[in-house]
């Protein structure tokens, strides 16, 4: 679903989001909401990600008011651990009357959620470890439904689904990366020829006469990568290339 032809550029970020969302429209979901939050030990390493097809007011009122540390499908991660990695459950407007005497908090989230479309719907939650990097941990969330009876095919979908999601965070990764170490710069099309010679161990000479550019021009690109990068030297400038994804 995420991968480019043979001898095309990686998928981009919003790419990677674009072909997800057409994966859950294409399953016959009418709205989904999808936020992932990864964690490094007890403090929040890496700001939210959140991708949704909800009405535009509805998220307009979810942001502006801060209601992701109260939605009832993000709260549910909390059962979450190493021997459990996954949960699925319902959820829709025929919930709020439970919630309204149980969890006073969530309710009012999950009224406004389903009185902008997600009347009958699955939630989908997740945890998995981030390779490299001990003791982070990214946590996802994912309702899925619509009008009422969309439940049940929201159901049948949820494996396919949750594959999806995993393979998603895969693609990820690189992004994340780059959020946890507060790097926001993007490399150019040749920087990142030179980031990929520089990775092979070609001098700046044997670069320069590879991209049939003046060393100046070698030196140039070298020295904007490490200043993008906030890298001290051109072998970290390589690993942090590796880490996000640039090669």
């Avoid at 009012?108 to 941990?137: F, Q, Y």
């Avoid at 030297?233 to 290339?241: E, K």
Wanted: aromatic share 10%.
């Amino acid at each position: 679903m995420f991968e480019s032809r043979a001898g095309e550029a990686k998928l981009t970020f919003d790419e990677v989001l674009d072909a997800y969302a057409a994966f859950i429209n294409a399953s016959g979901i009418e709205y989904y909401n999808f936020g992932l939050v990864e964690l490094g030990g007890a403090e929040e390493s890496a700001p939210d990600l959140f991708a949704s097809n909800m009405p535009e007011y509805w998220l307009e009122e979810y942001n502006a008011a801060g209601l992701a540390a109260d939605d009832y499908v993000a709260r549910q991660v909390e059962a979450l651990s190493e021997t459990r990695s996954y949960s699925s459950f319902g959820f829709g407007d025929w919930l709020v009357p439970q919630l309204e005497g149980q969890d006073l908090v969530s309710a009012p989230v999950l009224r406004g959620c389903a009185d902008a479309g997600l009347k009958d719907a699955v939630g989908l939650v997740g945890r998995t470890a981030v390779r490299g990097r001990e003791g982070t941990v990214q946590y996802f969330g994912l309702g899925l439904g619509g009008d009422h009876g969309s439940r049940a095919h929201a159901q049948d979908m949820s494996c396919d689904l949750l594959v999806a999601t995993f393979a998603l965070i895969e693609h990820l990764h690189p992004r994340l990366a780059m959020h946890a170490d507060r790097c926001f710069s993007s490399l150019s099309p040749r920087e990142k020829d030179v980031l990929g010679a520089l990775s092979q161990g070609l001098r700046r000479d044997r670069i320069a006469e590879r991209l049939s550019i003046a060393l100046p021009t070698v030196d140039h690109h070298c020295a904007n990568i490490r200043r993008k990068l906030d890298a001290p030297t051109l072998a970290a400038a390589v690993a942090m290339g590796y880490r996000y994804g640039f090669l």
